[in-house]
């Protein structure tokens, strides 16, 4: 039984990783923290959570890590990152939910968080926690840098075309749209329910923190610079997210074939499931879930090929890839406490 450890447990996706958590078959939680609300029973602030875990918040700052295995990090970006290498120092293994060790190049972290990075020589350790392209190296990682939920969904609904020479890179545009929830549970004008409700806005068009993170990885993927053109939106949902990708190709291809090519490419993902040609991604089947629904389309006039990317953004854009990750690394089955479908409607 891994001893778990949760920073953060009064946030959104604190609170999901312990919901999800309280059920895992080995996982045990020893410890829970949040500066709001320490010294209260975590049930006490969730109610929903009553009969089933009772374990009083603490402070972050008084929290040693001593008998963690596994220590999740739902926190916000920067706040956490010089605990890890004491964490790291006593053996815990650290899954960070933030961006503080997703970009390796600290000078591109200064960059678009507006400071300096503490840790620098931890970003060449971390390991990127995308497990349908990081699976091998997350098993032995020490440090996982847990991905965005805007990238998880680029990055997976991209990847089997980058990986071959059949699009140009020059050309990639992604139209994400995101629940509320994405933005966090800190009181702000913007999710006000009399701000969102009945109205779907764009925020933050070329200038998205997770900008960078989403050219990381095609970038690696393709073993070339990729640069994306990337427009972000809220919607006036609670969860889920959806982004619909456009990129040129080099050839004609039909949509079976390229349905076909999806599926081959992640026939052993457990989280991935390709849909049909002529069926497209929809947040109401895998909200709740850890899955990721692609559909994709060919435009055949304008040789394009359009692929559609549904998740829930607070788990498999966040708490449950966490998971997903610990499952790896802790050498047990990947979708223990995680293998249940969406809630519908």
Same mark, same amino acid.
């Given at each position: 039984?891994?001893?778990?450890?949760?920073?953060?447990?009064?946030?959104?996706?604190?609170?999901?990783?312990?919901?999800?958590?309280?059920?895992?078959?080995?996982?045990?939680?020893?410890?829970?923290?949040?500066?709001?609300?320490?010294?209260? $029973?975590?049930?006490?602030?969730?109610?929903?959570?009553?009969?089933?875990?009772?374990?009083?918040?603490?402070?972050?700052?008084?929290?040693?890590?001593?008998?963690?295995?596994?220590?999740?990090?739902?926190?916000?970006?920067? @706040?956490?990152?010089?605990?890890?290498?004491?964490?790291?120092? #006593?053996?815990?293994?650290?899954?960070?939910?933030?961006?503080?060790?997703?970009?390796?190049?600290?000078?591109?972290?200064?960059?678009?968080?507006?400071?300096?990075?503490?840790?620098?020589?931890?970003?060449?350790?971390?390991?990127?926690?995308?497990?349908?392209?990081?699976?091998?190296?997350?098993?032995?990682?020490?440090?996982?840098?847990? $991905?965005?939920?805007?990238? @998880?969904?680029?990055?997976?609904?991209?990847?089997?075309?980058?990986?071959?020479?059949?699009?140009?890179?020059?050309?990639?545009?992604?139209?994400?749209?995101?629940?509320?929830?994405?933005?966090?549970? #800190?009181?702000?004008?913007?999710?006000?329910?009399?701000?969102?409700?009945?109205?779907?806005?764009?925020?933050?068009?070329?200038?998205?923190?997770?900008?960078?993170?989403?050219?990381?990885? !095609?970038?690696?993927?393709?073993?070339?610079?990729?640069?994306?053109?990337?427009? $972000?939106?809220?919607?006036?949902?609670?969860?889920?997210?959806?982004?619909?990708?456009?990129?040129?190709? #080099?050839?004609?291809?039909?949509?079976?074939?390229?349905?076909?090519?999806?599926?081959?490419?992640? #026939?052993?993902?457990?989280?991935?499931? +390709?849909?049909?040609?002529?069926?497209?991604?929809?947040?109401?089947?895998?909200?709740?879930?850890?899955?990721?629904?692609?559909?994709?389309?060919?435009?055949?006039?304008?040789?394009?090929?359009?692929?559609?990317?549904?998740?829930?953004?607070?788990?498999?854009?966040?708490?449950?890839?966490? +998971?997903?990750?610990?499952? !790896?690394?802790?050498?047990?089955?990947? @979708?223990?406490? !995680?293998?249940?479908?969406? +809630?519908?409607?």
């Amino acid at each position: 039984m891994a001893k778990i450890g949760i920073a953060g447990a009064s946030g959104y996706t604190g609170i999901e990783l312990l919901r999800l958590l309280i059920n895992h078959p080995e996982a045990e939680i020893v410890f829970l923290t949040s500066e709001t609300y320490q010294g209260q $029973p975590i049930s006490e602030v969730f109610p929903s959570l009553g009969g089933f875990a009772n374990i009083k918040l603490s402070s972050l700052e008084f929290v040693s890590g001593d008998d963690c295995d596994i220590i999740f990090l739902a926190l916000p970006h920067t @706040t956490s990152m010089e605990k890890v290498p004491s964490f790291l120092n #006593k053996n815990a293994r650290v899954i960070d939910l933030s961006a503080n060790y997703r970009l390796k190049d600290p000078a591109v972290f200064e960059e678009w968080y507006a400071v300096p990075h503490q840790q620098p020589e931890l970003l060449k350790e971390a390991v990127y926690g995308l497990p349908e392209i990081h699976r091998k190296a997350i098993m032995s990682a020490r440090l996982i840098a847990n $991905p965005g939920c805007y990238p @998880t969904s680029i990055t997976l609904a991209l990847a089997p075309l980058i990986k071959e020479d059949w699009v140009d890179l020059s050309y990639i545009i992604a139209d994400s749209k995101s629940g509320v929830s994405g933005a966090g549970r #800190k009181t702000s004008l913007n999710t006000q329910f009399s701000e969102t409700n009945e109205g779907v806005s764009a925020y933050k068009i070329a200038a998205h923190r997770h900008t960078p993170e989403i050219e990381q990885e !095609l970038s690696a993927l393709a073993n070339t610079d990729v640069r994306v053109s990337f427009s $972000p939106h809220l919607m006036p949902m609670t969860r889920g997210m959806l982004s619909t990708v456009y990129i040129n190709l #080099k050839q004609d291809m039909s949509v079976e074939d390229l349905v076909q090519h999806f599926k081959n490419f992640y #026939k052993e993902e457990p989280f991935v499931r +390709i849909l049909p040609a002529g069926k497209y991604a929809n947040t109401h089947f895998t909200v709740a879930s850890n899955f990721c629904d692609i559909g994709v389309q060919v435009d055949g006039r304008n040789r394009r090929a359009i692929i559609t990317s549904a998740i829930d953004n607070l788990i498999k854009g966040a708490s449950g890839q966490a +998971i997903q990750n610990m499952n !790896l690394m802790l050498g047990i089955s990947e @979708t223990s406490g !995680l293998n249940f479908p969406g +809630i519908f409607p």
